[in-house]
């Protein structure tokens, strides 16, 4: 079974601190993806990689940059933090092999910036 | 952006019923998914079904797709308390850059 793993389950951190959120997946996958949820709001997708080095912008990319340095991980930065980004990220993988593959999620990781 | 539009919200059912969830979107796709959520968790995938498929079937459950009608509807069939979660379709454009575009759920309760 793939595995996604995010470091941390739930994170409190203050206004103006840059926070790391981590995701690690093991099956060799390609392509990694954040999402934010909210209610009302659904699933948003932040910023999502292709590869190695690669990083699109996905819906709502402002306040937050990513890193890609090696395949199974795919970190979301948080540069200066502030209230609004209180939420639950969501990282997901998927394998690079056509279409037609589905995305496995991480359990989230639930951020509160005070 | 939104392109799965769902319904209902929510939806509460007892033991033994069936659900019947909705969802509409509005590009050209290459497939549509169902992922269950359960709370706090992350999202698990269910099924997914082509933009060339009609119907699809997975133990208890059933997704169809309109595609003159984008929309698709998932049921889950003889539910359990254990089938309580959030449902969400999302779609797969058929600009093909990998990117899930969800829906914002239905909210389901199975009661025992």
């Known amino acids: 079974d793939v595995k996604v793993t995010q470091s941390s389950r739930y994170l409190v951190k203050r206004t103006g601190e840059k926070v790391f959120l981590e995701c690690v997946q093991d099956?060799?996958?390609?392509?990694m993806f954040w999402y934010r949820q909210d209610p009302g709001l659904g699933l948003r997708l932040i910023y999502f990689?292709?590869?190695?080095?690669?990083?699109e912008k996905g819906d709502i990319p402002e306040g937050y940059s990513v890193s890609r340095e090696k395949k199974e991980r795919f970190s979301l930065i948080l540069e200066s933090a502030s209230t609004n980004q209180t939420s639950m990220y969501l990282c997901?993988?998927?394998?690079?092999?056509?279409?037609?593959?589905?995305?496995?999620f991480g359990d989230g990781t639930r951020l509160s910036i005070l | 952006s939104q392109q799965g539009e769902e319904d209902p919200q929510a939806l509460s059912i007892q033991e033994g019923e069936n659900a019947t969830m909705n969802c509409s979107y509005k590009?050209?796709?290459?497939?549509l998914q169902w992922y269950r959520q359960n709370s706090g968790r992350g999202l698990v995938h269910l099924i997914l079904?082509?933009?060339?498929?009609r119907e699809k079937h997975s133990g208890r459950l059933r997704v169809t797709l309109d595609t003159s009608k984008k929309s698709s509807s998932l049921l889950i069939t003889a539910s359990r308390a254990a089938d309580t979660a959030s449902y969400f379709c999302?779609?797969?454009?058929?600009?093909?850059?990998?990117?899930?575009?969800f829906g914002q759920g239905t909210t389901l309760q199975v009661k025992p």
């Open positions: 099956m060799d996958h390609e392509n």
């Open positions: 990689s292709y590869d190695v080095k690669m990083k």
């Open positions: 999302a779609t797969d454009e058929s600009s093909n850059t990998g990117k899930l575009i």
């Open positions: 997901a993988s998927r394998a690079d092999r056509g279409w037609d593959q589905p995305q496995h």
């Open positions: 590009t050209s796709i290459n497939n």
């Open positions: 079904i082509r933009s060339n498929e």
